[in-house]
């Protein structure tokens, strides 16, 4: 086992150095680019297929999905309207990486884009060493989640620049506490944002779209 | 990238030597080990502080409970009544490992003890990779989770023996199918039991005591 970390460094570095291009030409692009990041069934495909329903006509969006095994997601997010949908089945792999999400992108026309989602394995533990060349990764945290996860997995948290508190319709029937989960989070990520919202009500996804919009313009304007 | 493959079978195959170890004594003592597995936020740690509620008097039980960070489950499993609970802290990393579980093991007194209970990491992919010694895998479907779950995450669901539909209250509430997650698993492991419960109403709690009984019951049996 002595081995194990100089390789898991090489690993990561060689990781690091494709995430680092990816950044370069989505900041050339003005390209917005979200890694989204929870356990699995926090609800992260169902708020992307919400704001496809919503947003598709006016914001060309791209997505990545990512899932162990299976294109489900993928083929979710097509029936939701999104027209530039690609799925990563990693095939055991507990995450994504650099390299995956390059190897699409190399192959994708990113040309007008306004927006590129990579929606990851459901997993809070080892997509959070991975840069994905992102300008920020998105947590999900599902009320029927416990409430003290920010404490049980903070490196997610601490790299993480919005959480979205998810599935607040079953607030009234969980023992979940939306005042503590954003106390937990802060204590780990003080810049952290936060976003209460239910895809299944409606509830808080008006604010889930202002903040997509405006994050998408101050991008666009950083690449002037 | 080339060397990972073969140091990440050196590791797994270290691990496997120790969890063997693991096994032979459980076997001597005739004492029944789980490892419980799932997402975070599945209701493991709820369901086990059901279950001291319940059996702690007839039953001696050994906890062991993994967290990448904190000790808040073992915690809750002694504020439960556990008078035997071991906190593992992995600090980063994203499953519990045979040596881990070992070295717990190696200062505890299992003498007269009927039950061995590893709580995982919640995690849905990487915990299946580590055998632990244990009898069997206990893995966990919430229904505000995917009922695709066991096609996206096979090699966890290959690998246990029993799958805990969890927090069956919440089914009105939830587009979740039991018998469809069911087949899901059924798909992927022909041979899984399945309990459906609900740790907080208590339906189905009978079913999961009567299961733990039997099968401590017949490791027992085996060992005389």
Redesign the interface.
């Known amino acids: 086992?002595v081995?194990?970390i100089p390789?898991e460094k090489?690993?990561l570095s060689?990781n690091d150095r494709i995430a680092g291009e990816i950044r370069s030409r989505l900041k050339d692009l003005g390209l917005l680019s979200l890694n989204l990041v929870s356990?699995?069934?926090s609800g992260k495909t169902t708020l992307l297929e919400k704001t496809l329903e919503a947003l598709s006509e006016k914001l060309k969006m791209v997505l990545i999905a990512g899932?162990?095994?299976?294109d489900?997601d993928a083929a979710r997010l097509v029936k939701a309207g999104g027209t530039d949908v690609h799925p990563i089945m990693t095939r055991?792999?507990?995450h994504l990486d650099a390299n995956m999400v390059n190897k699409v992108l190399v192959e994708t026309s990113l040309d007008g884009a306004d927006l590129l989602i990579i929606e990851n394995?459901?997993?809070?533990?080892?997509p959070s060493s991975y840069d994905l060349g992102e300008d920020g990764k998105v947590v999900f945290v599902?009320v029927?989640?416990?409430d003290?996860?920010p404490?049980?997995?903070?490196?997610m948290f601490r790299r993480s620049s919005l959480m979205i508190v998810s599935?607040l319709?079953?607030l009234p029937?969980?023992q979940f506490d939306v005042a503590t989960v954003i106390e937990n989070a802060r204590t780990i990520n003080n810049d952290i944002e936060v976003i209460q919202l239910s895809s299944f009500t409606g509830d808080g996804m008006d604010e889930w779209y202002r903040w997509l919009k405006q994050n998408i313009q101050d991008k666009k304007q950083a690449a002037k």
Chains 1, 2 share one sequence.
């Open positions: 086992m081995k194990k390789v090489k690993v060689e356990s699995p069934g899932d162990v095994q299976t489900n055991g792999a507990c394995v459901g997993n809070l533990v080892c599902s029927t989640e416990g003290d996860k404490l049980k997995y903070p490196g599935k319709d079953l029937h969980c």
